[in-house]
Structure formats: structure tokens, C-alpha cells
């Protein structure tokens, strides 16, 4: 299906492909969508990635409550709005909500009662997790939901934590950047091992 200007319509089969190849959509300014596939890729080494002793102490006392996959169209929402422009466009909220109901999109929640405060999303393939945004509304938010996320993939065997770019908040949690040709070969075996989310 296509879109009045010839583009695709974002649909869940059309994003699994995409992924499954590299590729993941950004929307510009306008809410066209921009396939994007950098080179080189920012990844997180899941065995690396833990908090460290300040934030460790932070979280045993913050009062958090951590959630998986029970709010994903409010974690896209808040991911969308919490931080002003944002390249989630509707179309791409109303594609990854009906990519989590196929059982490919997945979050992480924070909450601090029965507020929401912080969340990860991302799409799995296989034992490949890719990282799309998250939010924080309370201190660290963010931060125990992505910490959260990362002991979850090593708990079920994950080999692969695509990050897409890095940027300074990405490198602080501990992103590094490989060449793409590294990344596909990663890719392809983490997509054919028989991992679940």
C-alpha cells in the first residue's frame, strides 16, 4: 500500500522487513518518513551495560515500580511529546502499537505509583533488540527503565542492542559505534536465534 506521495504505508510486516535489513523510519519535520541505515551503527555491549554504584543506590530507594508491556501506546506517546519535537509521528505510533499486538514491539515502563513516569520502546527480532526513544518525567526515569530492559535481553539470551546513533545520552549509558558491515553480520545471526522477548 502506498502512501499519495508513493511511499509505503507504515505497517507492522513492512517494518519487520525493515529491520530485518537494517533499516528503521524516522519522520522529518513534515512527517515524512526517512528510511535511515548509519554507517557506523551505535550498539550497546549488553554485556558491558550496568548501572553504577550512584545510580544503583538511587533506584533500591526511588520507590519505582518497573512494568513490561503493559502501556506501550502511552510509552510511544510520552517518547513523542515529553521532550518537545520529536521524529514519532502518528503514523509511526498508530505502526509500532499494531507491531507490539503482533508481539514484535516491546517497553519497558517506570512508574512511581500510578504515574508514569519513564519508559523505553524498541522492536525484537530473533535475539536482536533495537532501541527507539525513551522518556523520563522523574530523575533517572529513564535511566531504571533502560537498566531494566538491558537485564531483561541478558536474562533471555539476547546477543544484540541496537542503539541506531550515538549521541552524548547514548554514549553515557555505554554505546559504541561499529562499522555497518560488523552490524549486519550481528544482525543476521541474532534474527535466526530462537529467542523470544
Known amino acids: 500500500m502506498l502512501c499519495s506521495d508513493g511511499m509505503p504505508v ?9 529491520y530485518g535489513k537494517g533499516f528503521f523510519p524516522m519522520a522529518d519535520e513534515d512527517g515524512r518518513i526517512q528510511w535511515h541505515h548509519p554507517d557506523p551503527r551505535a550498539v550497546f555491549p549488553l554485556e558491558r551495560i550496568r ?23 502511552a510509552v510511544m506517546e510520552c517518547c513523542a511529546t515529553a521532550h518537545g519535537e520529536s521524529w514519532i509521528s502518528p503514523a509511526m505510533v498508530e505502526a509500532y502499537t499494531g507491531l507490539h499486538r503482533a508481539g514484535h514491539a516491546h517497553c519497558v515502563e517506570t512508574w512511581l505509583g500510578e504515574r508514569l513516569v519513564g519508559g523505553i520502546y524498541g522492536v525484537s527480532i530473533g535475539a536482536a533488540f533495537f532501541g527507539e526513544s525513551m522518556f523520563s518525567l ?14 531483561h535481553l541478558r536474562q533471555r539470551g539476547f546477543q544484540l542492542f541496537d542503539t541506531q546513533y550515538a549521541n552524548a545520552h547514548t554514549t553515557s549509558l555505554g554505546a559504541v559505534e561499529i562499522p555497518r558491515q560488523e552490524f549486519l553480520a550481528a544482525l543476521a545471526k541474532a534474527a535466526a536465534a530462537p529467542v523470544t522477548f
Open 51 to 73: 548501572p553504577n554504584q550512584r545510580l544503583k543506590r538511587f533506584l533500591r530507594s526511588a520507590g519505582f515500580t518497573m512494568r513490561i508491556d503493559t502501556a506501550f501506546h
Open 138 to 151: 522523574h530523575a533517572n526515569a529513564s535511566k531504571a527503565a533502560f537498566h531494566h530492559l538491558a537485564d
Open 10 to 18: 507504515l505497517s507492522p510486516p513492512l517494518l519487520l522487513s525493515a
